[in-house]
């Protein structure tokens, strides 16, 4: 016998208990569907609440100080340091020189390069020529690239500027390297166009 069938056939309490039960059990499902949904409005409407407070108080800030932009940190290593493009590629060519000078390579040609922007972000940059040994080459790219603030070898041509002779003679073969640097200018810098 199936379950209606066996119902049927139970001792009337039994059916009357049933009976009564089944509304009951009914009501309950639908007050716990409705208290489950209740309680998720309810989060969401505090989390809504919490959002409008925030964005009121970001609102607020905005209106206190208008025009105003978040300072820099002065030790900012993102950006290269100073006023205008042109200060700042002026500093970039003489921290180059350093950079030469300091790595033995004979800086040959240095000259400015456009300034460019990539998603968002303009940078400076320097074209240069130098040349030296390889050892020399290797410490300079090495010195740019983890130069603060932060520079970027765009691009690369190294040549050599000497045939490669004995291994074993004392004037070793020197290479000649033509870079383009980057580096990225503070976001409130003015840029003329």
Do not use: C, K
């Given at each position: 016998m199936?379950?209606?069938?066996s119902?049927?056939?139970?001792?009337?309490?039994?059916?009357?208990?049933?009976a009564?039960?089944?509304p009951v059990?009914?009501?309950?499902l639908?007050?716990?569907?409705v208290?489950?949904?209740?309680?998720?409005?309810d989060?969401t409407a505090?989390?809504?609440a919490?959002?409008?407070?925030?964005?009121?108080?970001l609102?607020r800030l905005?209106?206190?100080?208008?025009?105003?932009?978040a300072p820099?940190?002065?030790?900012?290593p993102?950006?290269?340091?100073?006023?205008?493009?042109?200060?700042?590629?002026?500093?970039?060519?003489?921290?180059?020189g350093e950079?030469?000078a300091?790595?033995?390579?004979d800086?040959?040609?240095?000259?400015?390069?456009?300034?460019?922007?990539?998603?968002g972000t303009r940078?400076?940059g320097?074209?240069?020529?130098m040349?030296?040994?390889?050892?020399?080459?290797?410490e300079?790219v090495?010195?740019?690239?983890?130069?603060?603030?932060?520079?970027?070898i765009?691009?690369?041509?190294?040549?050599?500027?000497?045939?490669p002779?004995?291994?074993?003679?004392?004037d070793?073969?020197i290479?000649?390297?033509?870079?383009?640097?980057?580096?990225?200018?503070?976001p409130d810098?003015e840029?003329?166009?």
């Amino acid at each position: 016998m199936d379950s209606r069938t066996s119902l049927l056939n139970a001792p009337r309490a039994l059916r009357l208990a049933v009976a009564a039960m089944a509304p009951v059990l009914a009501i309950a499902l639908v007050a716990g569907a409705v208290g489950l949904a209740r309680d998720r409005l309810d989060a969401t409407a505090d989390r809504i609440a919490a959002e409008r407070a925030n964005l009121g108080n970001l609102q607020r800030l905005i209106a206190a100080t208008p025009g105003a932009t978040a300072p820099r940190p002065a030790d900012a290593p993102e950006f290269l340091p100073g006023a205008s493009p042109a200060l700042i590629q002026a500093a970039f060519q003489g921290r180059l020189g350093e950079i030469a000078a300091a790595s033995g390579v004979d800086l040959l040609a240095v000259g400015n390069a456009p300034v460019t922007e990539r998603d968002g972000t303009r940078f400076a940059g320097l074209r240069a020529r130098m040349s030296g040994t390889n050892a020399e080459i290797v410490e300079t790219v090495f010195a740019i690239e983890s130069a603060v603030p932060y520079q970027t070898i765009r691009t690369a041509r190294i040549d050599a500027a000497t045939a490669p002779g004995d291994p074993d003679a004392a004037d070793p073969t020197i290479l000649s390297m033509e870079l383009l640097i980057e580096g990225a200018l503070p976001p409130d810098l003015e840029v003329a166009q």
